[in-house]
């Protein structure tokens, strides 16, 4: 029998889970969509529970699709969501990105993608970043979120290796590879970092651009990109 | 007198440029936020009008607030908003980039953002991509339409220069800087280029990159970046 009812527990667990508080409080979060529950269960990363519309096909536990369309965080017709415990993760190199006020849950998921695509171990979120469990986060992360480990930092001690922080046209023009244990920071996009978090790190460095800024995931990518570039001439990177 | 109608010609107006036919009949589209109006006045760009919230001392023709706000095509609370007529470029070099089947406004408009950051001369559009007019699009690029020149083609034959097609893991890697006059394609994220647009290319080249994929404005970020960056020793780059 399907779900029928808007007062099932686990429907009302789902639209609980749209707000921050919700899930700082439950420790769980919802992926939304066929794509992101495969990429969970291609990582390992159990689910609590699966729901599936009735008339889809999908597994998982069978909902009336119009109600499970309407739980939806994201405003599509979605046809499966997952229920997932978090998993925090303490800050680890060789290659950590950590964000600071990067309020942007866009932003953040998808340097989560670009930590996926380059490598990188993982992602710290400094205070004032959009909680990475959140629905528009986990999207953007296009699945990344299951593979990347995230931590939550509050002090740029707490990062491992030497420090770089980029800055909008500060410092030393950004160059890689990345030799040894390196945290690379990343502020908001026109705040940039705060004063004290680029004081409290060993080197500052700037992505050469040529004519506005680029926003934080942005920023990330081409960090990243740089950093794991392969070393040797250039021309034979490979 | 503030406007109060819904029935109001310019209203009705903006409502319809919503839709991607009524921009392509009337040749216009909106822009809506105060940053954008003002990204348009910066690059020299004239409004056929603006609308400003009555009550928010912002220029333009005044309009009860709730009035602009259900307007918004973006659903926040816009409190300006300006009408452009849409300016539609030829291919130029020397440093195009190439867009084809890029269905996604938000991936289209923040290519248009990492253009005006890496000073390249150009976006081109091919087949299925999103509107650059649109007002993700617009939105996206953060006020970058206004300043990037954007062209429609259908054929490879269109772009200027060498064409050089970015691959997910085909062709030689991607170095830079660019030497002469270069057009780089690059595809939707899943699909990739059509065989027969790569075949058309001069080059084909790839990212490296350890995980997934990236998506079209992720890849078009790195690729600018790459090529854009100065000649001669890497650690000296600046």
Redesign the interface.
């Known amino acids: 029998m399907p779900i029928t009812s808007t007062h099932n527990d686990k429907l009302k667990e789902v639209r609980r889970l749209a707000r921050r508080s919700a899930r700082g409080e439950g420790g769980r979060f919802v992926a939304e969509g066929e794509d992101l529950v495969a990429a969970a269960e291609a990582a390992g990363w159990p689910p609590v529970y699966v729901l599936g519309a009735a008339d889809s096909g999908l597994q998982g536990e069978e909902v009336e699709p119009e109600l499970l369309a309407r739980v939806s965080g994201l405003g599509s017709g979605t046809r499966q969501l997952g229920v997932y415990e978090q998993r925090w993760s303490a800050p680890r190199g060789p290659l950590c990105v950590a964000l600071w006020g990067v309020g942007d849950p866009g932003n953040v998921g998808?340097t989560l993608?670009?930590a996926?695509?380059?490598?990188a171990t993982c992602i710290a979120l400094g205070p004032g970043c959009a909680d990475p469990f959140g629905p528009k986060a986990v999207r953007a992360s296009?699945?990344?979120i299951f593979?990347v480990p995230v931590a939550r930092v509050s002090s740029v001690d707490e990062l491992p290796g030497e420090r770089l922080a980029l800055a909008a046209r500060a410092g030393e023009?950004?160059?890689?590879p990345a030799h040894g244990e390196l945290s690379v920071l990343v502020g908001a996009e026109r705040a940039g970092l705060p004063a004290d978090v680029v004081a409290a790190c060993e080197r500052v460095a700037h992505?050469?651009?040529?004519?506005?800024?680029?926003?934080a995931?942005?920023a990330a990518?081409?960090a990243l990109?740089?950093l794991?570039?392969?070393p040797g001439p250039?021309?034979a990177?490979?």
Do not use: C, K, Q
């Open positions: 998808t993608r670009s996926l695509a380059f490598g296009m699945g990344a593979s023009p950004l160059a890689g992505i050469a651009i040529a004519g506005d800024s680029l926003n995931a942005m990518t081409v990109y740089e794991t570039r392969e250039r021309m990177r490979s």
